[in-house]
């Protein structure tokens, strides 16, 4: 039971940390690559909205990758400790929600892309927030494909 609440730990640190960390990257691509429609929210003093989101984002990572950190450290030591720990029905339903969940997120993003670029809408500043949404989604997709992976041949 301990080992899968650890496991529902793990997942949810990352859920936070992986959001911040795409919302943070998001915001600093929004004052790199200003977007022409982003004149309309000018009328904020000194863009105090988006300070406060990204000092939100910021608190939400400084929390979290420690956290995530911690559990993923914890949860493989514990894994090669219990080989057993891998049959966890909990652990394979978090890791296979969260590859639908960021498969869903990819292809979302890149219909977002092929409609942009059927209606001549790209800008450098969709395409960045693009490839940074994908980035991230991708990595945690490939990597915890990589488990399922590892663990069937090891285990089939």
């Not at 105090?48 to 989101?53: G, I």
């Not at 219990?82 to 652990?91: D, T």
């Not at 590859?99 to 670029?117: A, D, E, K, R, Y």
């Amino acid at each position: 039971m301990w080992d899968t609440f650890e496991h529902v730990l793990l997942f949810i640190s990352l859920y936070v940390f992986a959001t911040s960390f795409t919302l943070i990257l998001h915001e600093f691509i929004n004052v790199l690559v200003p977007n022409s429609t982003s004149r309309v929210y000018s009328y904020f003093p000194e863009n105090s909205f988006s300070k406060t989101l990204v000092r939100g984002y910021m608190a939400s990572l400084i929390v979290s990758y420690p956290l995530f950190s911690y559990f993923l450290l914890r949860v493989k030591q514990r894994v090669l400790k219990f080989p057993q720990i891998i049959h966890l029905q909990s652990r394979k339903r978090l890791i296979y929600m969260t590859l639908i969940t960021t498969f869903v997120i990819v292809l979302i993003n890149i219909i977002s892309i092929v409609i942009g670029l059927l209606n001549g809408n790209i800008t450098w500043n969709f395409i960045l927030h693009f490839l940074a949404t994908v980035s991230v989604a991708g990595i945690i997709f490939t990597y915890l494909l990589n488990e399922v992976r590892e663990e069937r041949k090891v285990y089939a």
